[in-house]
């Protein structure tokens, strides 16, 4: 199976997690990993998973505003957080604008504060949402993966999305026993 992970990420969390769930599911699959800024139609044409993941900002999914106070922060603050290279980059709401439908399974991700969602929000949920508008299937729950106040993956969390890729991996494999 072919799968494309696309993710968005201001810090490098979200790129450091969307590496875990790719080594989780690359035993016997084709996975690439993309920031968003590259992530084309054509890249997408015969995937059977397409996984996409953001940064939580402001409760949701980032807007071109809070991306861009994020890389006003670091600038005003240089090296306290380093920026991810693709940051300055259009983020998942623009890139889902510009996406045709398509016919595959998908899964989403966010990373986001630690605590209660009700508080700190899940941008994988809107990410869910916008897959299956554009036609994908959900094989998965949306997932979050933590970070601190200090802007680091909590721990375990790099350990946890790799496992994450393995279950996305065998559900994908129990999907194609049951088609055979």
């Not at 590259?38 to 953001?54: I, R, S, Y």
């Not at 949920?125 to 909590?154: M, W, Y």
Request: charged share 20%; aromatic share 4%; hydrophobic share 40%.
């Amino acid at each position: 199976m072919r799968a494309v992970i696309i993710y968005e990420s201001i810090y490098g969390n979200t790129h450091v997690i969307a590496d875990a769930i790719a080594r989780g599911l690359e035993p016997g699959n084709e996975v690439t990993v993309v920031p968003v800024t590259n992530a084309t139609q054509e890249l997408l044409d015969g995937a059977g998973l397409v996984v996409v993941g953001g940064p939580t900002h402001l409760h949701g999914m980032s807007h071109a505003n809070t991306r861009k106070a994020a890389v006003e922060q670091e600038h005003k603050h240089p090296g306290q957080v380093p920026l991810d290279p693709d940051a300055e980059g259009p983020g998942l709401r623009n890139w889902f604008s510009s996406l045709g439908r398509m016919s595959a399974s998908a899964a989403a991700f966010d990373t986001r504060l630690s605590g209660p969602a009700a508080f700190t929000g899940r941008a994988a949920k809107g990410v869910a949402r916008l897959l299956e508008r554009h036609g994908l299937t959900l094989i998965a729950e949306a997932e979050s993966f933590l970070v601190t106040k200090d802007n680091q993956l909590a721990p375990g969390e790099e350990d946890r999305a790799q496992e994450w890729g393995k279950q996305l991996a065998a559900r994908i494999m129990a999907t194609a026993e049951v088609r055979a």
